[in-house]
């Protein structure tokens, strides 16, 4: 299924039964979607693992950071070893943006940009981007525990 441009956040028909509060992250359509439960869902354009960085399944949200500052994994240090080992929390080289959402599995994240011409792309080391005001919304919504499932 091809993708238009990136757009806004919005409710969409989601009946694919997930139950409520679940995140459904579908990487080939660069979209995120959190299920209402009344047959609906908000869909968010997002970034996603670009070739090779991609993965499928289960996870779960283990935390949840405003503003987190960020220390790259050692894969990304390996690609990129100019890298300072911390960048600060608000930083604009921080590429977090304004919120993380950590998950259970390996060092990935659903989080915010600094980047937010990402959005839409695969582009990441395996974490879920979405624009600032995306992250602080989902946020809102969910808690510690929330499952996100990961599909191609």
């Given amino acids: ?29 660069r979209r995120l979607y959190y299920v209402n439960g009344d047959g609906t869902a908000i869909r968010y354009p997002v970034a996603v693992g670009r070739a090779g960085k991609q993965w499928t399944g289960l996870a ?33 080289r921080n590429p977090m943006g304004a919120a993380a959402l950590t998950l259970d599995r390996g060092e990935y994240a ?8 990402s959005i839409g792309t695969f582009a990441s080391y395996g974490c879920i981007r979405m624009f ?7 946020y809102a919504r969910v808690q510690v525990g929330t499952p996100v499932v990961v599909t191609r």
């Fill in 60 to 92: 779960h949200i283990e935390g949840k950071y405003v503003q987190p500052a960020w220390s790259p994994p050692s894969e990304v240090k390996r690609d990129n070893p100019r890298l300072p080992a911390v960048i600060a929390g608000g930083s604009p």
């Fill in 132 to 138: 600032n005001q995306d992250v602080v919304d989902l």
């Fill in 1 to 29: 299924m091809a993708c238009g441009p990136v757009a806004a956040r919005e409710v969409v028909p989601f009946d694919v039964g997930a139950s409520p509060g679940t995140i459904v992250v579908r990487t080939a359509e």
């Fill in 110 to 117: 659903i989080h915010g940009t600094n980047r937010p011409s």
